[in-house]
């Protein structure tokens, strides 16, 4: 059906939120959220009003002189959002996208509000600090690359720590479920992938129904837990420094793990929990796209032909100020590379040359061929993940 300036439109029942800066509505058939600056929110309510497009463009122009109005092409936009139930009368056939099933449902708010209220925000606090200074008094407790070889036997230190970090990935992403739930929000644990790993990520679409303010807490819940568990890791360490070997073997292993994810957070050029804070606290969304395109644009090198990012000129600023810290995500990656990686699979490789030396009949022989089938598979997975994600992105 054409859209012409004399057209009447209606709106699918949406609900309009104000946020910091602009305005976030929400599709009540998809539950799918968008975010619109209040010259787009009036043109709709004049819409639903009855007024055509060319009366809206004309009273928008004179109230927004400064502004380009077009309401032909946000007709346009709005129709491929499927966000328009009728054109003059006539209504739209809408491919019904539908709400997704949400679980976990069975978890009751006064759990999520138990682990999630002013009190134990201030608790979660006093952990973080209480790391910070057992790492200074105590700097034996700093996680070292070797923690990660708690076995003997180099074979089992793989599948050891993937089994102890799925088991604290999952107490992480619990966080982020009960922090939804403690505001009666519907969510549902996903499975995605980070480098060759397989991770589980927490639906956290329903925080857009929330005020601004109340967003961090389900955004930093994860890492709430993720402080918890160190700060007792890192607290049974000075408790039991005379403990068994394999015991302290896996304090120490837990410690490492929390302590890359947490510096992973810090990440910048990835969207981690921390992002979504950052993001959230500034009111600037698609923060990251944005400054990828403010890269670019600066280092000739990295031109690129994708269509461009709309920034409002109000976050300008903000997104050339996170450009720099994109750089700083680099950083703190390729200090976790050459500062734990590249030792790990040093070391890891000196010892299945050594381990090559004895005979079949040794197990130091076939300890070494399964380390390196692990080895292999890591790699491969790696391979695989970089061709997904940067050569077939460009086909």
């Given at each position: 059906m054409n859209l012409t300036l004399k057209s009447n439109i209606s709106i699918v029942p949406i609900n309009i939120q104000k946020d910091k800066k602009h305005y976030i509505v929400e599709d009540k058939n998809s539950g799918e959220f968008y975010e619109m600056p209040e010259i787009c929110i009036e043109a709709i309510h004049l819409?639903?009003?009855?007024?055509?497009?060319?009366?809206?463009?004309?009273?928008?122009?004179?109230?927004?002189?400064?502004?380009?109005?077009?309401?032909?092409?946000?007709?346009?936009?709005?129709?491929?959002?499927?966000?328009?139930?009728?054109?003059?009368?006539?209504?739209?056939?809408?491919?019904?996208?539908?709400?997704?099933?949400?679980?976990?449902?069975?978890?009751?708010?006064?759990?999520?509000?138990?682990?999630?209220?002013?009190?134990?925000?201030?608790?979660?606090?006093?952990?973080?600090?209480?790391?910070?200074?057992?790492?200074?008094?105590?700097?034996?407790?700093?996680?070292?690359?070797?923690?990660?070889?708690?076995?003997?036997?180099?074979?089992?230190?793989?599948?050891?720590?993937?089994?102890?970090?799925?088991?604290?990935?999952?107490?992480?992403?619990?966080?982020h479920i009960l922090a939804v739930r403690s505001f009666n929000l519907p969510t549902k644990l996903g499975i995605g992938h980070r480098l060759f790993l397989v991770v589980l990520e927490t639906d956290m679409s329903s925080v857009w129904k929330l005020p601004s303010k109340d967003r961090n807490v389900l955004f930093l819940a994860g890492l709430c837990f993720d402080t918890t568990i160190l700060f007792f890791v890192l607290l049974a360490q000075l408790i039991f420094s005379d403990g068994p070997f394999i015991f302290l073997g896996f304090l120490k292993l837990a410690a490492l793990d929390i302590f890359i994810r947490m510096i992973y957070q810090c990440c910048f050029y990835m969207k981690t929990d921390i992002y979504y804070v950052i993001e959230n606290l500034t009111g600037c969304y698609n923060l990251m796209e944005n400054a990828e395109q403010v890269i670019r644009n600066k280092l000739s090198f990295f031109k690129s032909v994708r269509q461009n990012e709309v920034v409002f000129d109000e976050e300008k600023r903000t997104v050339h100020v996170y450009a720099l810290f994109y750089f700083v995500g680099v950083g703190l990656t390729l200090t976790l590379f050459f500062g734990y990686f590249i030792p790990q699979v040093v070391t890891a490789l000196t010892t299945i040359d050594h381990c090559f030396s004895y005979g079949p009949s040794s197990y130091h022989f076939w300890n070494a061929v399964f380390s390196t089938l692990q080895l292999l598979i890591g790699l491969l997975l790696l391979l695989y993940s970089l061709r997904k994600k940067y050569i077939l992105k460009r086909l």
């Open positions: 819409m639903n009003d009855g007024m055509a497009l060319g009366e809206i463009e004309e009273f928008l122009k004179g109230k927004y002189p400064n502004e380009e109005v077009d309401l032909l092409d946000f007709a346009k936009q709005l129709m491929e959002l499927q966000l328009i139930a009728e054109i003059d009368g006539v209504k739209i056939d809408i491919h019904e996208k539908g709400k997704e099933e949400q679980g976990f449902q069975w978890v009751s708010p006064k759990l999520g509000k138990f682990f999630f209220n002013q009190v134990s925000l201030v608790v979660y606090s006093i952990f973080f600090v209480g790391i910070i200074l057992m790492f200074i008094l105590e700097p034996s407790l700093f996680p070292h690359y070797k923690d990660l070889f708690i076995f003997h036997l180099l074979a089992l230190n793989i599948p050891g720590w993937l089994i102890l970090s799925f088991i604290l990935v999952m107490i992480h992403e619990f966080g």
